[in-house]
């Protein structure tokens, strides 16, 4: 069966575009994103933050050799009795990175530290708490357990084994693990490359004097600044104002240039007739209301082979479009399997909120402990959406459900993290 378009998809589907649920808004997306498949081959360290292209398979095995868990003695296990302690003479060392060459015979021990090679004859470690030297005799506790202590050759990761799946995006864990198979290039996904523009004729840019009723264009720096938190490579193509002739120019100069293009302002998401039939001859593009708040009006398609979301023009609208619909697409399209989580949580709300039912709002949160140790939330103050401020001060989204409305304080609410470690 072929895949839908776009603008069957839009037809065949029961919802109304007009009160767009936000589930419904991302499993459609959903639908169309395919991942990007060329890749290249890169030293791992340039591979921090993008997405293996290839499962990474080990070459040796983890541990290499069998090895100690403890610092103590290393010897035959029958030479240890159960009931009553055993003497065992000390014949020589092994620690890490310095082997004990020889053979340990019955009646004989080694003393080994945590990571040494537990050598030929041995089977078992007695930790040094457990063991009682004089001069070269060493006298072990009773109740010791035939291989204890001893960590197998290839426990933790076998040779041949997948070490790491296609599909992962490396952290700096996925650096050190790949250094410790002695892996030292990986073939990733290439970056995607996305192309923005910010529409407004009473928008200005950074450095220019503000005239009569102009503001500065700020979308253009949070959607950078998203973008390359992502690992995108970012084409930035300015303000176009709304003039038919040059957003037309500026949409197929992005499509041609990009895998993806996001625009921000009222004109990328139809308020005007001619964007709609415009969109429409360069490709297949739907304009929704999604049933949210901040973030009504949202457009998603394809434009000459590009991804497309056309953004809100407010500005906590654009950040939270993004992160609610647009992160998770784009980490699809770069290869990610599985998307990382955008962790949520429940946290008591410790103030009053108003909240309308029958949308999913989005407010800008602080998360933090209480004296019991517990997690609270209190909204950041004013959460107009065209308050970076509150986006700035905030560490968290409360998410409100259709279902939910006002909120009273001590109620426990979802919250989605912001901030993350690694
Ligand atoms: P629009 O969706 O174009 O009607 O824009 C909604 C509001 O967001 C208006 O107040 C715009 O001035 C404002 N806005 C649109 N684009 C930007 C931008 N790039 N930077 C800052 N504010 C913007
Ligand atoms: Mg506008």
């Keep these: 069966m072929t895949k839908p378009t776009i603008a069957q998809a839009s037809c065949a589907d029961d919802y109304d575009p007009n009160s767009m649920p936000v589930d419904k808004a991302r499993a459609f997306i959903h639908r169309f994103l395919e991942p990007l498949t060329a ?188 973008l390359t938190r992502l690992g995108c490579d970012v084409l930035d193509m300015g303000v176009v104002r709304d003039d038919p002739a040059l957003l037309e120019k500026a949409f197929r100069e992005a499509a041609a240039n990009a895998d993806v293009v996001i625009t921000s302002g009222g004109v990328s998401v139809g308020e005007a007739d001619f964007v709609k039939g415009m969109l429409g001859k360069l490709g297949e593009v739907v304009f929704w209301k999604i049933a949210m708040k901040p973030g009504r009006p949202l457009a998603y398609g394809k434009i000459a082979g590009a991804h497309f979301f056309g953004l809100p023009g407010n500005p906590v609208s654009v950040m939270v479009t993004f992160y609610q619909f647009v992160r998770e697409a784009l980490l699809r399209l770069m290869g990610a399997d599985p998307v990382p989580p955008f962790p949520a949580f429940p946290a008591k709300c410790t103030e009053r909120l108003r909240k309308a039912p029958g949308r999913t709002e989005f407010q800008r949160g602080v998360l933090a402990r209480d004296a019991s140790g517990a997690w609270t939330v209190r909204p950041t103050g004013e959460q107009g959406s065209g308050i970076l401020k509150s986006m700035s001060e905030a560490n968290c989204f409360i998410i409100l459900g259709d279902a939910v409305g006002n909120v009273e304080p001590g109620t426990m609410v979802d919250v989605q993290l912001l901030e993350g470690i690694v």
């Design 39 to 226: 890749s290249l081959r890169v030293p791992i360290r340039s591979a921090l933050g993008r997405v293996l292209a290839e499962d990474v398979v080990s070459p040796v095995d983890v541990p290499a050799h069998r090895n100690s868990a403890m610092d103590g003695w290393a010897m035959h296990g029958a030479d240890l009795a159960p009931d009553s302690p055993a003497t065992l003479e000390e014949i020589g060392a092994s620690f890490a990175g310095r082997p004990f060459a020889g053979r340990v015979g019955s009646g004989q021990c080694v003393r080994i530290m945590t990571g040494g090679v537990v050598p030929e004859g041995a089977d078992t470690v007695v930790m040094q708490e457990r063991a009682q030297a004089s001069g070269k005799r060493v006298t072990f506790a009773a109740g010791q357990k035939t291989g204890q202590h001893v960590r197998e050759a290839g426990e933790d990761l076998g040779r041949g084994a997948v070490a790491l799946a296609r599909g992962r995006i490396v952290r700096p864990a996925e650096l050190g693990l790949l250094a410790s198979l002695g892996v030292g290039e990986v073939a990733v996904y290439r970056p995607l490359r996305v192309a923005f523009f910010s529409t407004g004729d009473e928008l200005k840019s950074v450095g220019t004097a503000l005239g009569e009723g102009e503001i500065y264009d700020s979308n253009r720096y949070t959607i950078h600044g998203m």
